[in-house]
């Protein structure tokens, strides 16, 4: 079975660009999750899907982030404008419905911000 | 709030060394507690879990015991080999948020031939 796919692997971008971070949970999956990791922070919840619609967007950390989830087979991260401070490992992960289903995760996105 | 802590890295052992990684936690109400592992260039992967007290969860050789007293999950595999070497996770999820989960800042392991 297909697991999480994100794309790209890697982005490498100047400054003030528009940023879209893609991502295909596991077919079934009704709950979807953006992740942040940073040496620094570590892991960061950046917002939680459930049947396509947001629960919990409180780690979104400012506004120039967005994210979508047009159906259960798709969603996206956006940072508008980028800044080097956004550089980090961007994870996407989904689960079935139910008490401790875990979490499966995607390769990540390595963004780079120049 | 909910919080993990994890022995610090980086581990490195030789190969068939006993191995442990201490994790303590502290949350509300009755956590489920989880081992998830990153090799490099991976996103995480479940590795093991515990949903009550004195449950123990097992896979591939590691071991760890939900200890309720002690507020302690540590992570135990009695010979490790070179392939276990990646960056290991203990987390939690608890209260209303049986979604959310709580992460600690990951143990590097690197076992050596």
């Known amino acids: 079975d297909a697991g999480v796919i994100q794309s790209p692997r890697h982005e490498v971008t100047e400054m003030g660009q528009e940023v879209t971070l893609r991502c295909k949970p596991i077919?079934?999956?009704?709950?979807l999750f953006w992740y942040r990791q940073t040496m620094m922070r570590g892991l960061e919840l950046l917002i939680y899907f459930n049947n396509n619609v947001p629960i919990d967007d409180s780690g979104m950390p400012e506004d120039r982030f967005s994210a979508k989830m047009p159906n259960a087979s798709f969603s996206t991260l956006k940072i508008q404008p980028s800044e080097p401070r956004d550089s980090a490992v961007y994870f996407c992960?989904?689960?079935?419905?139910?008490?401790?289903?875990?979490?499966?995760f995607g390769d990540g996105t390595r963004l780079s911000i120049l | 709030g909910d919080s993990v802590t994890q022995m610090e890295g980086p581990v490195t052992l030789s190969e068939e060394a006993f191995l442990t990684i201490n994790c303590t936690y502290t949350a509300t109400g009755y956590p489920s507690l989880f081992w998830y592992v990153q090799y490099p260039g991976e996103g995480l992967q479940l590795l093991l879990k515990a949903t009550k007290a004195d449950d123990k969860g097992s896979n591939k050789g590691f071991e760890a015991t939900y200890r309720k007293e002690t507020t302690s999950f540590h992570l135990e595999k009695g010979s490790v080999q070179v392939s276990d070497s990646a960056v290991y996770f203990c987390?939690?999820?608890?209260?209303?948020?049986?979604?959310?989960?709580?992460f600690g800042k990951g143990t590097l392991l690197t076992v050596n031939p």
């Open positions: 992960a989904s689960s079935s419905q139910g008490l401790d289903q875990p979490q499966h």
């Open positions: 987390a939690l999820t608890s209260g209303g948020s049986n979604y959310k989960l709580t």
């Open positions: 077919s079934g999956h009704n709950s």
